[in-house]
């Protein structure tokens, strides 16, 4: 195994991360917060993702085809979140994963009838490529892992620093003590919904140049993204991200040591912290309601 | 005592499921004035007061605060009114700091004025940058209080305000209920029958869902001397 091997897989791992995190740190805010499984994450990943191709093709610039894809996917949220999702907050959360699934289910048939099933190419937006210790990396992996640490940095910003934020905050550890305070929870919920559907589009919208852009994409990933948030701990962003660096490293690494690896490494991972801290990584109590 | 109400509940019924909880409560609440629930567990309480702060939607019944019915009203809506609710489990955000507590309490009713909170509990100006999970309990419960003043609420619904709280602190709760008063009216719930004799104007006693008495007289309340209701 040589050193350029392992620069290459590691920078993969991490740009893989950031796809991850992405997708994944909406499932968790929704989570933490309405204490929904938003199962139709996947549906907007995926949107993002055909959005992105469509408006690129029409205009040729991936750039306005992202902010079109994130639009697009702010619209759509708004409008399943004010006429579905929101009946089922104050019921368990099998009721949401059945429904957010169905929704997922539904889109995902529309996107057939829409695009249809043959798969489409998205190119990568930044040629080029940078050497890092002789090792060449292209240009727009080193983009999506920035673009991932910029995410990370603006949500922890918006939700520590800002008042809406810290209502999240003060919601994800009880919602009902939030509006007591005069606090409009359910428009709160919409926010963090439309947040988090809008950076699962994001999720969709990079990794369209990674990989051909298919109906099914969002149902492909949902297990890594399932182990991701779990390891983590559910509600906790600092966990995710987190997690999503293990997840994309194990995976990446465990190709180039043995590819069966990459496939089965995550879960073994997953099982070992979840027996150590069966709340995940930064999963705390409060997320035992 | 000729003043209005400002506070009503009328033939209020409530259930959890096909069990029921409350059975036609009547009761009623004048400004500034001081009036204590007093019962023994599962009585029915709690499920009073938060069917008032519609944090619970009563099976029948009306809650009028100020002419304006609260039943079907969103509990955030109820709170923006002036009528606010503080739980008995001293639960203030934990991952928040008292001034983060603060602000919530402050964008939710636009009152940024915090000298009243720190002229009441001097102590959170200190404890500021403290995060919840860090309170004491009666550190946490002038917390709770403190956000519930802001916005400057005509009622204050407080439940099990001395649970779990050392004496001392209690004696510091009955002069906060007294200057408290001055500018809202409180409806506390409790079992502790000495801070209730220390606070209350008039007292409820409440019985397997019922309002089984209503006591007036001072020296009643005073000497307990409707324990036999209980």
Known sequence: ?289 | MGRPNMVEVRSLNAAYGQSKVLFDIELNIKPNERVAIVGRNGAGKTTLLKCMASLLTPTTGSVIYEGTELVGKRSYEVARMGLKYIDQDKHVFLDLTVRENLELSSYATGDYNWDKVFKHFPKLKILIDRKGAFLSGGERQMLMIGRAILGDPKVLLIDEPTEGLAPSIVDDLVTTFHELSKDCAILTVGQNLSFVSRVAERVYAMKEGKLVAEITDEAEIKNNSYSHYL
């Open chain 1, 1 to 289: 195994m040589n050193g350029q091997l392992i620069i290459s897989a590691i920078v993969l791992g991490l740009s893989m991360s950031g796809v991850y995190f992405l997708l994944t740190v909406g499932l968790s805010l929704c989570y933490g917060l309405m204490r929904m499984i938003s199962l139709d994450q996947f549906l907007y990943y995926a949107l993002g993702a055909y959005m992105v191709y469509t408006i690129t093709a029409a205009t040729g610039s991936f750039w306005l085809g992202a902010l079109g894809a994130m639009l697009t996917t702010l619209i759509v949220a708004f409008a399943v979140e004010r006429l579905i999702n929101k009946r089922v907050y104050s019921k368990p959360v099998m009721f949401s994963m059945i429904l957010t699934f169905g929704v997922n289910l539904m889109g995902v048939g529309l996107i057939k009838y829409i695009w249809g099933l043959t798969p489409k190419p998205v190119a990568s937006p930044i040629g080029g490529s940078l050497h890092i210790l002789g090792t060449s990396v292209p240009g727009y992996r080193l983009f999506v892992i920035l673009l991932a640490v910029a995410v990370y940095i603006a949500v922890q910003y918006f939700l520590n620093k800002t008042i809406l934020g810290t209502a999240i905050r003060a919601g994800i550890d009880d919602a009902e003590k939030v509006e007591a305070l005069g606090i409009n929870i359910s428009r709160l919920f919409t926010v963090t919904f439309i947040l988090s559907s809008v950076l699962s589009a994001l999720a969709g919208v990079i990794h369209a140049p990674f990989v051909m852009v298919s109906p099914e994409m969002g149902m492909s990933i949902t297990a890594f993204a399932f182990m991701v948030v779990i390891i983590g701990g559910l509600g906790s962003i600092k966990g995710t991200m987190v997690s999503a660096l293990i997840v994309g490293q194990v995976v990446s690494l465990g190709a180039v040591i043995w590819a069966p690896l990459a496939e089965m490494a995550p879960f073994l991972v997953m099982m070992i912290i979840l027996l150590i801290k069966p709340t995940g990584l930064y999963g705390s109590k409060l997320m035992s309601r």
